[in-house]
């Protein structure tokens, strides 16, 4: 029975509130269009912060992957104009400035850092790529240029082991391009030892780098080749075959004049 009495009780004050309910939101006007007003700009934002920024991010990706496609194919048109003679390593260069220019407006990190990576690897690329390698001031101002990108790099994805560790890595090469062979091989024991490192591919390059880099410390030089020997006349063999019922016309002999053999005549 007290449990009937219960649910009655309860049927009987939501009847009332849904009898009162248009009253009560006569007298709650303003406070419901406040809450409403509030919940759309809630929504808003929602849609601007992350709905769209999902949807940057994606243009983003896009983008950059497309710069990062180029540089290979490029290499390709530049080392196939080389081989017939035509210097067309300043075509890297416009890829490079693209790279930079999207690293400087990103802000992601991740992205950022690889655009800034990608951007001193195309600077040295050019520069290796070209027939006579420019002056001395110029290659070390543009490896300058790449070291300072690789240390962008660094900075925006010092959490990320791999292009941490990539970046790195590229620092130690320009060290190495600049002939600060020392400073090279700090780099590449820092990050060879590194175990945040570990598994990276950065960290592999690194260790062989260590291993070979003081044969880059001097110019190559090649011995000259030995003076070729002269050869020496040769004396041609002649085989001689008495002729015989099994001579052959490739046999070669000698034979006595007829007179030779013809009997004195007195």
């Known amino acids: 029975m007290k449990s009937d009495h219960r649910h009655e009780l309860k049927t009987n004050e939501l009847a009332d509130w849904l009898a009162h309910f248009p009253q009560w939101v006569q007298e709650n006007r303003t406070t419901l269009i406040g809450a409403g007003v509030v919940l759309v700009l809630v929504m808003a934002v929602y849609f601007v912060r992350f709905y769209r920024k999902d949807v940057v991010s994606v243009r983003h990706q896009v983008q950059l992957t497309g710069l990062v496609t180029q540089i290979p194919s490029q290499k390709m048109t530049v080392a196939r104009s080389a081989s017939q003679g035509v210097d067309q390593s300043i075509a890297l260069l416009p890829i490079a400035q693209e790279l930079k220019a999207f690293a400087e407006g990103s802000r992601n990190d991740r992205m950022a850092a690889l655009a800034w990576i990608k951007h001193a690897e195309t600077l040295r690329a050019e520069l290796h790529y070209r027939p006579t390698g420019g002056g001395g001031e110029e290659v070390a101002r543009q490896i300058v240029q790449a070291q300072n990108s690789y240390q962008e790099a ?29 400073q090279a091989k700090a780099i590449y024991q820092k990050v060879a030892q590194n175990a945040e490192y570990d598994g990276t591919a950065a960290q592999a390059a690194a260790a062989n780098r260590l291993a070979t880099v003081d044969d880059y410390r001097g110019a190559v030089a090649f011995k000259p080749a030995p003076a070729p020997k002269p050869e020496s006349a040769s004396t041609p063999q002649i085989q001689i075959t008495p002729g015989g019922p099994n001579s052959t016309s490739d046999d070669v002999f000698f034979a006595s004049p007829p007179e030779a053999n013809a009997p004195a005549s007195h």
Do not use: K, W, Y
């Open 154 to 182: 660094l900075t925006r994805a010092s959490d990320v082991p791999a292009l941490a560790a990539t970046a790195q890595f590229g620092m130690g090469l320009c060290e190495e391009e600049l002939g600060n062979f020392e």
